[in-house]
């Protein structure tokens, strides 16, 4: 159980286009959906948490305009780069949680490695 | 905002007993200890989770204190799979709010398993 898929798995584009990975939980209903961003050889870096039906919240550094995220249903959450620059590439990554648990539990998605050229 | 500190690398020879200690001194009354693993180009994978004494699972024991600064993640007999990146996180989702939320993942350490 606790199935998080992403897709796609990996994505090229070109500079100045726009970029949308898709985020869902499999077999569970996920009130928040967690989106970070990790570079090469480094840690996982937080950059919103989205809450099914209400505006996400970005972590301080985080460009709201240029990752837009949608989170329309329990389900699925979409992380859109737009107008993507060859330094957005980058490994993303989206976890997701349950709402009522005392527990600090998230269950991560495959990832998506995007590369821009 | 609890931290964590860990070491950065640890190497080990398959069959062994592989400890990794992770210390968070400002861990808060709510906060739960949680370690994920994660192997390259993949999400982190979550292997346990405790608040205190000791707890165990098919795959690893978490060590915790009764202070609880600081927690250690015991793999029993370890393999070539099991090298990979082991991150340590403190917190209670609920409390997240923003910057100042409990979702920071640490640097890890990469764990070595030698044949």
């Not at chain 1, 990996?10 to 499999?26: A, D, H, M, P, Q």
């Not at chain 1, 840690?43 to 301080?60: F, P, R, V």
């Not at chain 2, 860990?6 to 739960?32: F, K, L, R, W």
């Not at chain 2, 200890?33 to 982190?44: A, D, K, L």
Request: some cysteine; glycine content about 6%; aromatic content about 10%.
């Amino acid at each position: 159980g606790a199935v998080v898929s992403q897709h796609p798995s990996w994505v090229i584009c070109k500079s100045g286009t726009s970029v949308k990975i898709e985020c869902r939980s499999l077999d569970f209903q996920a009130t928040t959906m967690f989106w970070y961003r990790q570079f090469p050889k480094q840690s996982l870096m937080l950059m919103a948490t989205s809450n099914e039906g209400s505006k996400a919240t970005y972590e301080q550094g985080v460009e709201k305009d240029k990752f837009l995220i949608n989170h329309a249903s329990l389900t699925l959450s979409t992380l859109t780069v737009t107008s993507a620059h060859p330094e957005d590439s980058s490994f993303y990554i989206c976890s997701a949680s349950t709402s009522g648990r005392a527990s600090y539990e998230q269950y991560f998605g495959p990832g998506t490695r995007l590369t821009v050229t | 905002l609890a931290k964590t500190t860990q070491p950065i690398s640890m190497d080990s020879y398959e069959g062994q007993e592989v400890n990794i200690t992770c210390s968070h001194n400002n861990i808060a009354t709510n906060d739960y200890i949680t370690w994920y693993q994660q192997f390259p180009s993949q999400g982190p994978r979550f292997i346990i989770q405790g608040y205190k004494t000791k707890v165990t699972n098919e795959v690893a024991s978490l060590f915790i204190p009764a202070d609880r600064k600081s927690s250690t993640l015991s793999l029993p007999r370890v393999s070539l799979s099991d090298t990979a990146v082991y991150y340590c996180l403190v917190g209670v989702l609920r409390d997240y709010g923003g910057s100042q939320g409990n979702l920071i993942f640490g640097k890890g350490t990469k764990l070595s398993v030698k044949p």
